[in-house]
């Protein structure tokens, strides 16, 4: 079984600063995906990355996907209120097999 | 563009009672993918359907199924409430070959 782990669980900052959270595993997988959730809401797709050693960024957000495809990072800079939420990760298995998710960071961006 | 809608919104049933929970995926996504999220498991992969087919399954046990119609529409069942489903359920839709999966708003479901 795969399986995805989030650190930290739970993170609550300041506006302006920077913060990295991380999703591993012992599993490699094809592909994986960051999602926003908030609270009453489904989680909203920020982006997928599928090549091993791959770095995305989208604004703020940069996304980068471990060499060996078993991990990755999220890194924020300048943090805001808006990002507050909950932010999930999910990979594919190598088999076309859905996604399974990590546990999610819950993340608090105070003004 | 619409996006993927479930309905109702939110439910409140007793143990033991069945429930019935629709998905309308995003005009042109053929495959609809169902999660069960609570506190404690996180999200969890329900099954998939894609052309009216069951392609995949996760690990729950048959009190939960699910089917899906010639117009990608979805619906998911539990039979036999147990206080244990309280939780919100997710539906998402994406098109086959692309990484676009996109969630709905989720149906809340407390069993009393």
């Known amino acids: 079984t795969q399986l995805l782990e989030q650190s930290p669980q739970f993170l609550s900052i300041q506006e302006g600063e920077n913060l990295t959270v991380y999703c591993n595993s012992s599993?490699?997988?094809?592909?994986l995906q960051w999602y926003r959730q908030e609270p009453g809401e489904g989680p909203v797709l920020l982006v997928t990355?599928?090549?091993?050693?791959e770095v995305k960024k989208l604004k703020r957000l940069t996304f980068q996907f471990g060499d060996a495809r078993k991990d990755s990072s999220l890194h924020i800079t300048a943090a805001q209120p808006g990002d507050t939420g909950l932010y999930l990760c999910?990979?594919?298995?190598?088999?076309?097999?859905?996604?399974?998710f990590g546990p999610g960071t819950r993340l608090s961006v105070l003004p | 563009k619409a996006g993927v809608t479930q309905t109702p919104r939110y439910l409140i049933k007793t143990r033991g009672q069945q429930v019935t929970l629709s998905c309308s995926p995003i005009?042109?996504?053929?495959?609809v993918s169902w999660y069960q999220q609570t506190p404690g498991q996180g999200l969890q992969f329900l099954f998939e359907?894609?052309?009216?087919?069951?392609?995949n399954k996760g690990n729950f046990p048959g009190r939960f199924s699910g089917r899906q119609f010639s117009n990608s529409r979805s619906e998911m069942n539990v039979s036999t409430l147990e206080l244990g489903d309280s939780a919100l359920y997710l539906c998402a839709s994406s098109f086959p070959g692309t990484s676009g999966t996109v969630f709905g708003p989720g149906t809340r479901l407390t069993v009393l």
């Open positions: 990355v599928v090549t091993g050693g």
């Open positions: 005009s042109g996504h053929r495959s």
């Open positions: 599993s490699v997988f094809s592909s």
């Open positions: 359907y894609f052309s009216e087919t069951q392609r």
């Open positions: 999910a990979g594919e298995g190598n088999y076309g097999q859905n996604f399974v």
